[in-house]
């Protein structure tokens, strides 16, 4: 960043638009890998330089790396504005390279939109340009597109082939790299191998530090590795590290993003676990707050965050806010995500639980019996799963259902004894008795 910088200042100074562009392009590049909005402002003018003087290299190549940060930023409405003039501009380039990497943003748009099956055709049109897979582009595509559809079994080879394939092309410390382990670690989150998660993004972590200091990509890795901890239990390490990514965000500054609202949802959550529910509740409000003024419903964060914050509002003892919180969470994951979505099972479970603590045991009943209905199609397993036969197990004892409850019980109290979690098997044995 700091050779690149120098090349834009020098070729200033020479009047050389020609180099110029060149340099605008190089910086940009180099800039908007650490953070997006800050590489935005050399990109765009070295798409204005390079059209000025007939560079159709330099304007396909800033076109590009434009559509790709926002596209890699969740910003779908920007991203689709910029997909015309990046075509246009490659088209002049005539290069089958930025075809590919224009053609592999755009299904990252779609995907994000939740166009899953339009994002798997332009991958298999990525297989045609590149059948060998010689940059990536087609393993990262497959990768993606089923991690964003949730479909989790047809993930595991093309992401494991990507990471094989960066390690190999680039290097095991090549930024590239470390975006294949944090899809990695995507995948081994919503398959419950929580240890090789945590290790995927730990080691992303570490690469990216070296690559670029303190930055928003850091802020937002260090909120997912928070995510780990809370679930390995590991609160005050938690604490830490989201800690660490607010402060860095706070001082880094820059336009809005949804990195800040994703570190105080982490916070939140984590409070919310030491007990702390009052400002459990108040980091959470803020981060939906923050989500909802950002991308209004759109985005997968939003019902997360909303989930979270129900819970809290259970912790609390107001269970009315907390079930109005988890039908809303409830409603947004089943438009994005269907019956089916790990979310959506999660939601039908926590209503069933808020329903009980409003004592409706004839509502809570059928929610709970969807959510653990749908748990295998959502691919919900080990203290997960249990979590959802507890919500059932209590909504059958609380409608007289003694001997089905205490079979539900008995298997969530064996699926918490393997996992080791002291507190949820005291709770089962409590409701065993």
Not at 20 to 48: F, K, Q, S, W, Y
């Amino acid at each position: 960043i700091t050779i690149s910088a120098a090349a834009v200042q020098e070729a200033r100074a020479l009047g050389d638009d020609h180099l110029l562009a060149e340099a605008l392009v190089l910086h940009g590049r180099n800039t908007i890998g650490r953070d997006e909005a800050t590489g935005r402002p050399e990109l765009e003018e070295a798409m204005t330089v390079a059209a000025r003087v007939h560079d159709a290299e330099s304007e396909a190549s800033a076109a590009y790396y434009l559509l790709a940060a926002a596209a890699e930023a969740g910003d779908a409405a920007r991203a689709n504005t910029l997909i015309p003039s990046a075509r246009a501009a490659i088209a002049r380039a005539g290069h089958t390279r930025y075809e590919a990497d224009e053609l592999e943003s755009e299904a990252f748009v779609l995907m994000s939109s939740g166009k899953i099956d339009d994002g798997l055709a332009i991958c298999d049109r990525l297989e045609k340009l590149e059948p060998d897979n010689k940059r990536g582009h087609v393993t990262e595509c497959r990768c993606t597109a089923n991690l964003f559809g949730e479909r989790y079994d047809a993930a595991q080879a093309p992401c494991a082939a990507d990471l094989a394939h960066n390690e190999t092309t680039y290097g095991k410390d090549h930024v590239y790299t470390a975006v294949a382990l944090a899809n990695l670690s995507i995948l081994d989150w919503h398959l419950g191998r929580y240890d090789d998660g945590l290790a995927a993004d730990q080691r992303a972590l570490a690469i990216y530090r070296a690559a670029y200091g303190d930055s928003s990509r850091i802020a937002d890795l260090l909120s997912d590795v928070a995510e780990y901890m809370v679930h390995l239990k590991r609160y005050d390490e938690a604490l830490a590290d989201v800690k660490e990514a607010i402060a860095m965000l706070e001082r880094l500054g820059g336009p809005p993003s949804d990195s800040i609202p994703i570190a105080r949802s982490a916070l939140g959550k984590i409070l919310g676990k030491l007990g702390r529910h009052d400002e459990a509740i108040a980091e959470l409000e803020q981060a939906v707050a923050a989500f909802e003024k950002l991308s209004g419903d759109e985005g997968h964060a939003l019902p997360q965050t909303l989930g979270q914050l129900g819970r809290a509002y259970l912790d609390a003892e107001r269970p009315k806010e907390a079930l109005a919180t988890f039908e809303r969470a409830h409603a947004l994951a089943l438009k994005s995500f269907g019956p089916d979505g790990q979310d959506t099972v999660f939601f039908d479970a926590d209503e069933a639980m808020a329903l009980l603590a409003l004592h409706r045991p004839a509502d809570a009943l059928p929610r709970a019996q969807d959510a653990l209905a749908h748990a295998a199609a959502a691919h919900v397993g080990g203290e997960d799963l249990a979590y959802l036969e507890v919500a059932l197990g209590k909504a059958l004892l609380a409608t007289g259902h003694r001997a089905r409850a205490r079979t539900i019980l008995t298997d969530a109290l064996g699926l918490y004894r393997t996992a080791g979690s002291k507190e949820s098997i005291a709770e089962v044995e409590g409701l065993l008795r």
